[in-house]
């Protein structure tokens, strides 16, 4: 097995781009659909160096709901390495939002799947106040609904950020009109695109997750300053948890331009969350 220390990237700098934490003393939301790990921040810090990586975005889990507190204490210790997702409903007052922003918030995120609470029509009014902030919207949905979505998805004002290489639930072919429909997002230079968590949505299995490795290596192809990595630590409601090592040199076997994995790894991840 691949031990992280020869996986880790090797630049200052490193960022994930997609973690969870979950700490006991916080009580789960009513909507949410199972019982996380538990997966405190100091599991996470101990790992962190040994993948090489100095920086982390916390998502808000759908565990909490729109309870952020824990997401908030998390950002607290972790300071200037950590930027957040959290989960605030649309028409937040003003005032909140600029308190979030400066307890390193830098998002929020729809999740239209199950345990997600924000609905598709919220999606505007959020957007543009994440805009007027310098936010992103984090959005998460079948993959397959791209063509649907893609009109309203691309009149959005704002940073958009999809998750897991597009999260097509049914694995889609790279000439498909759901993926034709994520690159013309991508062409449109307000869209940044996640390539993580292969396991999740992957038919052909680890480790090389063949059938997200022909979109994710399109993807790191045509948009390198689009793409973003994310480990989807401690990667909750996976039957077996993924190797983490593994997760990152499935990136690296996917761009052979070390130029391009410095981009993802870190340039991308410092211009949209502000490092």
Not at 236 to 250: K, M
């Amino acid at each position: 097995m691949l031990s992280p220390v020869d996986a880790a990237p090797g630049y200052p700098g490193a960022c994930d781009c997609h973690i969870h934490i979950y700490e006991e003393a916080y009580p789960l939301a009513a909507s949410a659909v199972s019982r996380p790990p538990n997966a405190p921040l100091s599991a996470y810090r101990a790992m962190q160096p040994l993948l090489g990586l100095s920086r982390a975005i916390l998502v808000q889990p759908t565990a909490y709901g729109a309870d952020n507190r824990c997401l908030l204490a998390a950002l607290e210790q972790l300071g200037a390495g950590a930027r957040g997702i959290a989960v605030v409903p649309a028409g937040a007052d003003e005032a909140e939002l600029e308190r979030f922003h400066r307890k390193g918030i830098r998002g929020v995120r729809y999740i239209m799947l199950a345990g997600g609470i924000l609905p598709w029509d919220g999606l505007p009014e959020s957007a543009a106040q994440c805009a007027a902030l310098g936010w992103n919207i984090n959005l998460q949905f079948d993959g397959r609904e791209f063509p649907e979505r893609e009109s309203m998805l691309r009149g959005l004002p704002g940073r958009l950020v999809i998750d897991h290489t597009g999260k097509f639930l049914e694995p889609v072919a790279p000439d498909s009109e759901p993926f034709a429909a994520l690159c013309r997002l991508l062409d449109g230079g307000r869209c940044w695109i996640k390539l993580s968590a292969p396991y999740e949505t992957s038919r052909a299995g680890p480790p090389h997750y063949d059938d997200i490795a022909c979109l994710a290596s399109v993807l790191a192809r045509r948009y390198p300053e689009r793409c973003l990595w994310g480990s989807n630590w401690p990667h909750p409601g996976a039957a077996t948890a993924p190797d983490d090592a593994q997760l990152l040199e499935w990136l690296r076997s996917l761009v052979d331009d070390e130029s391009v994995c410095r981009k993802i790894w870190v340039d991308n991840p410092a211009e949209l969350y502000g490092f």
